[in-house]
Protein backbone atom coordinates (compact mmCIF):
# COMPACT_ATOMS: atom_id res chain seq x y z
CA UNK A 1 0.00 0.00 0.00
CA UNK A 2 0.79 3.55 -0.51
CA UNK A 3 -0.58 6.88 0.05
CA UNK A 4 0.00 10.31 -2.02
CA UNK A 5 -0.32 13.40 -1.10
CA UNK A 6 0.40 16.16 -3.82
CA UNK A 7 1.43 19.68 -3.13
CA UNK A 8 2.58 22.85 -4.81
CA UNK A 9 -0.39 24.02 -6.88
CA UNK A 10 -1.12 27.54 -6.94
CA UNK A 11 -2.43 29.93 -9.55
CA UNK A 12 0.30 31.66 -11.98
CA UNK A 13 0.71 33.98 -15.11
CA UNK A 14 1.19 32.49 -18.35
CA UNK A 15 4.74 32.30 -19.15
CA UNK A 16 5.54 31.11 -14.97
CA UNK A 17 6.77 28.16 -13.44
CA UNK A 18 4.78 25.93 -10.60
CA UNK A 19 7.03 23.29 -9.00
CA UNK A 20 4.52 19.88 -7.87
CA UNK A 21 5.71 17.28 -5.07
CA UNK A 22 3.92 14.11 -4.82
CA UNK A 23 4.70 12.59 -0.87
CA UNK A 24 4.72 8.48 -0.82
CA UNK A 25 4.23 7.01 2.31
CA UNK A 26 5.39 3.28 2.52
CA UNK A 27 9.08 1.81 2.86
CA UNK A 28 8.92 0.58 -1.07
CA UNK A 29 8.65 3.46 -2.80
CA UNK A 30 11.88 2.79 -4.97
CA UNK A 31 10.04 0.24 -6.35
CA UNK A 32 7.09 2.31 -7.98
CA UNK A 33 6.70 3.82 -11.43
CA UNK A 34 5.56 7.10 -10.52
CA UNK A 35 3.55 9.50 -13.05
CA UNK A 36 1.71 12.44 -13.23
CA UNK A 37 -1.91 13.14 -14.48
CA UNK A 38 -4.36 15.89 -15.09
CA UNK A 39 -8.10 16.51 -15.73
CA UNK A 40 -9.13 19.81 -16.62
CA UNK A 41 -13.07 20.59 -16.35
CA UNK A 42 -15.32 18.73 -18.56
CA UNK A 43 -12.59 16.33 -19.56
CA UNK A 44 -10.99 13.18 -19.03
CA UNK A 45 -8.50 12.55 -16.86
CA UNK A 46 -4.89 12.71 -19.46
CA UNK A 47 -1.16 11.76 -19.01
CA UNK A 48 1.34 14.07 -18.64
CA UNK A 49 4.73 12.25 -17.47
CA UNK A 50 6.27 9.07 -15.61
CA UNK A 51 9.15 7.96 -14.43
CA UNK A 52 10.57 4.61 -13.76
CA UNK A 53 11.60 3.34 -9.96
CA UNK A 54 15.21 4.42 -10.80
CA UNK A 55 14.73 7.70 -12.69
CA UNK A 56 16.38 6.16 -15.58
CA UNK A 57 13.68 5.87 -17.72
CA UNK A 58 11.02 8.43 -18.29
CA UNK A 59 8.08 9.42 -20.62
CA UNK A 60 6.55 12.57 -21.51
CA UNK A 61 3.06 13.67 -23.48
CA UNK A 62 3.79 16.07 -26.28
CA UNK A 63 2.07 18.35 -24.36
CA UNK A 64 5.06 18.60 -21.66
CA UNK A 65 7.88 17.75 -23.44
CA UNK A 66 10.12 20.24 -23.25
CA UNK A 67 8.08 22.42 -20.65
CA UNK A 68 7.89 20.06 -17.91
CA UNK A 69 10.79 18.01 -16.09
CA UNK A 70 9.85 15.20 -13.58
CA UNK A 71 12.10 13.40 -11.36
CA UNK A 72 12.33 11.71 -7.93
CA UNK A 73 14.48 11.17 -4.57
CA UNK A 74 14.05 7.81 -3.50
CA UNK A 75 15.49 8.60 -0.28
CA UNK A 76 12.57 11.61 0.65
CA UNK A 77 10.17 9.41 -0.89
CA UNK A 78 9.22 11.87 -3.10
CA UNK A 79 8.43 12.45 -6.86
CA UNK A 80 8.31 16.15 -8.48
CA UNK A 81 7.26 17.99 -11.77
CA UNK A 82 8.94 21.55 -12.53
CA UNK A 83 6.76 22.89 -15.14
CA UNK A 84 7.96 25.70 -17.25
CA UNK A 85 6.76 28.11 -19.67
CA UNK A 86 3.36 27.29 -18.32
CA UNK A 87 0.20 28.20 -20.58
CA UNK A 88 -3.63 28.54 -19.90
CA UNK A 89 -4.31 25.57 -21.40
CA UNK A 90 -2.44 23.41 -18.59
CA UNK A 91 -5.20 24.49 -16.00
CA UNK A 92 -6.07 21.36 -14.84
CA UNK A 93 -6.14 19.43 -11.38
CA UNK A 94 -2.96 17.55 -11.17
CA UNK A 95 -2.73 14.28 -10.01
CA UNK A 96 -0.04 11.77 -8.60
CA UNK A 97 0.19 8.08 -9.46
CA UNK A 98 2.09 5.17 -8.43
CA UNK A 99 2.35 1.74 -9.56
CA UNK A 100 4.81 -1.22 -8.84
CA UNK A 101 6.70 -2.31 -11.83
CA UNK A 102 6.54 -0.73 -15.14
CA UNK A 103 4.55 2.80 -16.34
CA UNK A 104 2.37 3.11 -18.57
CA UNK A 105 0.17 5.67 -20.34
CA UNK A 106 -3.16 3.83 -19.42
CA UNK A 107 -4.71 5.31 -16.66
CA UNK A 108 -6.31 1.74 -15.81
CA UNK A 109 -2.92 0.55 -15.42
CA UNK A 110 -1.96 2.97 -12.21
CA UNK A 111 -3.29 1.68 -9.12
CA UNK A 112 -2.51 4.47 -6.45
CA UNK A 113 -3.58 8.18 -6.82
CA UNK A 114 -3.00 11.36 -4.72
CA UNK A 115 -5.95 13.18 -3.91
CA UNK A 116 -4.75 16.31 -6.64
CA UNK A 117 -3.50 20.04 -6.75
CA UNK A 118 -5.22 22.38 -8.73
CA UNK A 119 -2.94 24.62 -10.97
CA UNK A 120 -4.75 27.59 -12.30
CA UNK A 121 -2.67 29.24 -15.48
CA UNK A 122 -3.97 32.94 -15.94
CA UNK A 123 -3.63 34.53 -19.46
Known amino acids: QVQLVESGGGVVQAGGSLKLSCAAS????????MGWFRQAPGREREFVVS????????DYADSAKGRFTISRDNAKNTVYLQMNSLKPEDTAVYYCAAERGGSSRNIKAWGYWGQGTQVTVSS
Open 26 to 33: GRTFSSYA
Open 51 to 58: INWSGSFT
